[in-house]
């Protein structure tokens, strides 16, 4: 009984994504149209900025949030992420204010408020960095459907052979003006076909 329960919701959850991406692939889809993800990724959070200020998904409610999910120790998947997130928002323009960018950690135990303040230079002005206890992290990475997994680099001349990295997802989650998912944007999908998204997403909201 649990391994067929097992069976199906990966069935579902792989079903489920890939019907997702497909529709954002197509441009099937518009901002009108309901998404039958809906409801599936995404909840409530009570986080730490960059700044030390306490920040609450009902903070930006009237705004879409722009949602990214990686760490500071990232050697690639997040600076690349959060540059095509950063030259996209600057293609959108003086519509781009509706939009708010968040970048939450998968690694609490390294990226503290300092880290991320300085992590947050190289990126887009008004990205907020959003960082918390284990205890939070685990439960937003489980409300937006995000892995993580933490695996030791390489044992080098030099190295104290506990430094790691985190395996974790690599989508963007654009969420609605009252904070229910709207769609995924895929890594690696070009800047000017992410600011094309959010364009569509601010007028249609």
């Not at 503290?112 to 303040?117: F, G, I, R």
Request: proline share 6%.
């Amino acid at each position: 009984m649990m391994l067929r329960r097992l069976h199906g919701l990966r069935r579902w959850a792989v079903s489920g994504l890939i019907g997702g991406l497909c529709t954002l692939a197509t441009g099937a889809a518009t901002a009108a149209e309901p998404d039958p993800l809906a409801h599936r990724f995404g909840g409530p959070f009570t986080l730490t900025s960059h700044t030390g200020e306490t920040v609450r998904d009902q903070d930006f409610r009237g705004r879409l949030m722009l949602v990214y999910f990686g760490y500071t120790h990232c050697p690639d998947l997040c600076p690349t992420g959060l540059s095509v997130l950063t030259d996209a928002l600057e293609a959108v323009g003086a519509a781009g204010d509706a939009i708010q960018p968040l970048f939450i950690t998968v690694d609490p135990a390294r990226d503290t408020p300092p880290v991320l303040a300085k992590y947050q230079k190289s990126f887009h002005p008004r990205l907020v960095m959003l960082t918390g206890d284990e205890a939070q992290i685990a439960a937003i990475a489980r409300a937006y459907k995000v892995h993580r997994r933490k695996y030791l680099w390489p044992t080098t001349a030099g190295s104290t052979g506990d430094e790691y990295g985190v395996d974790h997802g690599s989508l963007m989650y654009v969420m609605g003006r009252d904070g229910t998912f709207r769609t995924l944007i895929p890594h690696g999908t070009p800047v000017e076909k992410v600011a094309e998204i959010l364009k569509r997403y601010v007028a249609n909201e």
